[in-house]
């Protein structure tokens, strides 16, 4: 099946098939491959000090601490969070003769992924709303 | 292991072992570099890395986050039903991927990690 089929299949399926379960396979796939190239990032940036040195690698990851780069994080987070739960729903359902009860685990996962968003935003909101008042960072900066 | 005779079931076998490395490893890898509070910085990784627990840590969530990553976007391209040469192409492409990322990673945390 070619790639523009295929992906009209997966509309017509969301149209017809209404049910949150429909959601989840989405959103999975989506944090998933996400989550994937992110990976490949985040390798590259943790070999700064094997390819330049340390004090570029402090350099670096220090200009990350900025506001809009803090949203992100707070954001890709919220997807390996969203992709761990469900993941821990798809684990329950397969070992644990859990898929009669996957619906109410379904809504558990979207409430812990709401409440770990909610978390890391409270966490991060001095650098978020540039309130960070870290000596230390100041004066790397 | 049964499931591990049926080629198909391999892929859906190791997807589940490295979800289950990954939920408790990534869970402690945020705690202590992402909500500690603290600004990341060279001198504070390589603290952390001069113990040897650490580094093995940190190289089984490398190996299993490219597998189970890896292994996710190659059952997405399953989906379009893909045939041979061209499936197998891809199939080395992502191997090539895991077993290169898993050298590099693996030598950018010993840079991270001298005395």
Known sequence: MGFIAKNLDWLKDTIINRHLGQWAFYLNRLTGVIIA????????????????????????????ETPLLKIFEVMLITAVAFHAY??????????CKMSRKQNVLL??????????FIAVLILYWPVIAGTETDPALVNKL | M??????????????????????FGIALHFAVTHFLGE????????????????????????????????????????DYNPQGTVRRF??????????????????????LSPK
């Open chain 1, 37 to 64: 190239l992110y990976l490949i990032l985040h390798i590259y940036i943790n070999s700064l000090a094997l390819l330049f040195s340390g004090d570029t690698y402090t350099r670096i990851l220090h200009s990350f």
């Open chain 1, 86 to 95: 469900n993941g821990v729903r798809i684990l329950l359902v397969d070992f």
């Open chain 2, 2 to 23: 049964e499931v591990q005779r049926e080629k198909g079931l391999r892929l859906w076998f190791w997807q589940r072992i490295t979800a289950i490395i990954l939920i």
């Open chain 1, 107 to 116: 809504v558990f996962v979207f409430l812990f992924t709401i409440v770990t």
């Open chain 2, 39 to 78: 600004v990341l910085s060279f001198d504070l990784v390589n603290e952390r890395l001069q113990h040897l627990l650490w580094i093995v840590f940190d190289f089984i969530l490398l190996i299993a986050a490219l597998i189970h990553g890896f292994g996710g976007l190659w059952s997405i391209y399953l």
């Open chain 2, 90 to 111: 891809w199939g080395w492409v992502a191997v090539f991927f895991v077993l290169i990322l898993t050298v590099y990673g693996m030598l950018s945390l010993i840079a």
